[in-house]
């Protein structure tokens, strides 16, 4: 993602917390490739991107 900061990270933290099936998630600003990890159940990667994407972020998905 470029989620940079905490203030980014507080723009998406309402969309995140209110999906239905994430349990968990989080982000390391400080870390340079500024990973988001998301714990959930029935629902897409694709979903969570399209999330982000929609408060002016970028995302992709990677593998673990």
Do not use: H, M, Q, R
């Not at 998406?12 to 989080?26: K, M, R, T």
């Not at 969570?48 to 992709?60: D, V, W």
């Amino acid at each position: 993602t470029n989620l940079t900061c905490g203030g980014c990270v507080s723009k998406v933290s309402a969309d995140l917390d209110s999906v239905d099936g994430i349990y968990e998630w989080n982000v390391d600003p400080t870390n340079a490739d500024k990973i988001l990890t998301v714990k959930a159940e029935g629902v897409s990667e694709e979903e969570i991107i399209e999330i982000i994407k929609k408060k002016g972020f970028n995302a992709t998905a990677c593998s673990a």
